[in-house]
């Protein structure tokens, strides 16, 4: 069912700094930039930025997301299994769909299913 951790998104409250700061300690470029998210594929797996702070607090707000074949389905056994929506299904783009939970004991779960993701060979 999970095909393997894919994404780790940091919630920033400085965007603009952020992304210099994560460019300069990946070594890498963003991909991905735009004023709602910035995304880096380091290593074939993807570190983002979300300037978005509704909600979390500076610091220990990062979400692991779980690479999925089929987010409708893990979505709901997910559900089924005891844990409550944190988000529902959100196409990101680009044929890109996120949705997370929280697990019984408190934390958040990340689903993603990404149609474009190739594990990296390096």
Known sequence: MLQGLRTVIY???DLERAKKWYAEFTGVQPYFDQPFYVGYSVGGFELGLDP???????GNNET??????DIEST???IKASGADVVSEIVDVGEGIRVASVKDPFGNVVGL???????LSEN
């Open 75 to 77: 979505f709901e056994k």
């Open 11 to 13: 919630h920033v409250d």
């Open 64 to 69: 692991a997301y779980w690479g999925v074949a």
């Open 112 to 118: 993603i299913e990404n149609p474009d993701f190739k």
């Open 52 to 58: 978005d702070m509704s909600g979390v607090e500076k």
